[in-house]
């Protein structure tokens, strides 16, 4: 029964990503859709870059070379980010959706993808903290839950907006959540085993690579399309505020 509480505080915390989702509720005007897009767009590299610069990649690298020498350390840290770096354009390349909005579609199933790899983990970080302490685990879930619900936008507004298909933009928001009380369940099935401090950090490093290249070679480009900086600019500033708030809560 002690797994409840920590497994429950995880599912919640990763389901607050469909909230997010329900942006593509809202009725905008036709000429006010791109500035939304827009928004919404810079916003999620916001949060991605933020979150990959202040946390990921130092906190990641910390642990690493903690656990290793410091240029076997500095070695595996590099690699595993250029792995993901890799990985994002390999999957660029192999996705082709015969749709008319290709690049929309695609930037929201890329984001989906990173963004699972990125909640696997976290939903192990959530639930070990509950676990061993369950005010330490409710103050994280508080904190991720401030991201994950504009990572939701990340995923449904492209996907939404290329097929005005609103079951599967929240139906793939939602296999995203859903990741993390999974990352939960693989924590309480084999943490003792095969999962450890330096393979987490390393799996993180490598999901910083993927959100960072995803940010600079597909949102970014894809905001500036629509030629709205103010709202571009918005965004940006939106996203940074959370990540200020999220660091502030943690």
């Not at 946390?55 to 690493?64: A, H, K, Q, R, W």
């Not at 903690?66 to 595996?76: E, S």
């Not at 840290?77 to 660029?92: A, D, P, R």
């Not at 963004?115 to 330490?136: C, Q, R, V, W």
Request: proline share 3%.
């Amino acid at each position: 029964m002690e797994i409840l509480g920590p497994f429950l505080v995880t599912t919640i915390a990763g389901l607050s990503t469909v909230i997010g989702s329900f942006v593509i509720f809202l009725r905008w005007k036709e000429e006010n859709v791109n500035r939304f897009i827009s928004f919404c767009l810079s916003l999620s590299l916001s949060i991605m870059i933020g979150l990959s610069v202040t946390e990921l990649i130092p906190e990641s690298t910390f642990v690493i070379i903690t656990n290793y020498k410091l240029a076997q350390g500095i070695f595996f840290c590099f690699i595993s980010f250029l792995i993901g770096v890799f990985l994002i354009f390999w999957l660029n390349k192999k996705m082709n959706c015969e749709m008319e909005k290709q690049d929309l579609y695609k930037l929201g199933i890329l984001s989906m993808l990173a963004l699972i790899l990125h909640n696997i983990p976290e939903g192990i970080a959530t639930f070990m903290s509950s676990y061993k302490d369950m005010s330490l685990g409710i103050k994280l879930a508080v904190a991720i839950t401030l991201h994950n619900i504009p990572e939701g936008i990340t995923i449904a507004v492209p996907i939404y907006y290329a097929t005005k298909n609103k079951k599967e933009a929240i139906l793939k928001t939602l296999l995203s959540g859903l990741t993390e009380p999974l990352g939960a369940l693989l924590a309480y099935v084999f943490l003792s085993r095969y999962i450890t401090d330096s393979f987490i950090a390393i799996v993180l490093l490598l999901v910083a690579g993927i959100m960072i290249t995803l940010s600079i070679q597909k949102l970014f480009p894809e905001a500036l399309k629509y030629k709205e900086n103010k709202f571009i600019i918005l965004g940006l500033g939106v996203g940074v505020f959370l990540i200020l708030i999220n660091h502030i809560l943690l």
